[in-house]
């Protein structure tokens, strides 16, 4: 089956700093990717729509400039979170969606759970 | 707009026993997926069973099935013979149009399976 490898699974960061979580699709090509967060006993809320080759679209709300997003190769996409601060402390998770058509499930990553200090 | 709603944030269930998990949605889309995913407490997030709005049969995997009620706009989530590691948060989720593979997601209902 189609395989998502996220990385890495938990990071704590100090203030200010920037994180930079990697999703790869390992045994298949993505041309599309997506990026989503997840409050403690939430939903998953869409971010962005990470596109191979071309700038990610970010749904409403969500600051581009603070969630840079990069999707280099069919295999890799990353989300860096610049200049962190204690609010952007949630669970990070991507997907991608593989070859089998729109109604294909999307796959997803084991997520990342950023706490920032 | 397109909206996924579940109205059971916990369930409880007996090990063995069958369970329903509640998933309504609203689109204007006469082509749309519906899916369920499975989140244990570790995060990650498993596909179980999707349907499309074409397909005329309800869909099963295993000891999951989906009552999919078209005119109702109804997609719930049937878990027979309960086990004690289907205990985690279920979420509902619908691709929304034709075109694009984005999902929104419901809210969730944690299912706890009893000994």
């Known amino acids: 089956g189609a395989v998502v490898s996220q990385h890495p699974s938990w990071v704590i960061c100090k203030s200010g700093t920037s994180v930079k979580i990697e999703c790869r699709s390992l045994d298949f090509q993505a041309t599309t990717m997506f990026w989503y967060r997840q409050f403690p006993k939430q939903s998953l809320m869409l971010m962005a729509t990470s596109n191979e080759g071309s700038k990610a679209t970010y749904e409403q709300g969500v600051e581009k400039d603070k969630f840079l997003i990069n999707h280099a190769s069919l295999t890799l996409s990353t989300l860096t979170v610049t200049s962190a601060h204690p609010e952007d402390s949630s669970f990070y998770i991507c997907?991608?969606?593989?070859?089998?058509?729109?109604?294909?499930?999307?796959?997803f990553g084991n997520g990342t759970r950023l706490t920032v200090t | 707009a397109q909206k996924i709603t579940q109205t059971q944030p916990g369930m409880f269930v007996q090990e063995k026993e069958a369970v329903t998990l509640d998933c309504t949605y609203d689109?204007?889309?006469?082509?749309?997926?519906l899916f369920w995913y499975k989140q244990p407490s570790s995060g990650e997030m498993i596909f179980l069973i999707y349907?499309?709005?074409?397909?005329?049969q309800n869909a099963t995997e295993g000891r999951y099935s989906l009552n999919f009620q078209k005119a109702r706009k109804s997609a719930n989530l049937v878990i027979s013979a309960s086990q004690l590691g289907d205990s985690a948060m279920y979420f509902c989720a619908m691709r929304e149009g034709s075109g694009t593979y984005k999902y929104i997601f419901g809210t969730g209902t944690r299912l706890k399976v009893l000994a």
């Open positions: 689109t204007s889309d006469q082509s749309y997926g």
């Open positions: 997907s991608a969606s593989g070859q089998g058509g729109p109604n294909s499930p999307l796959h």
């Open positions: 349907q499309g709005s074409y397909d005329e």
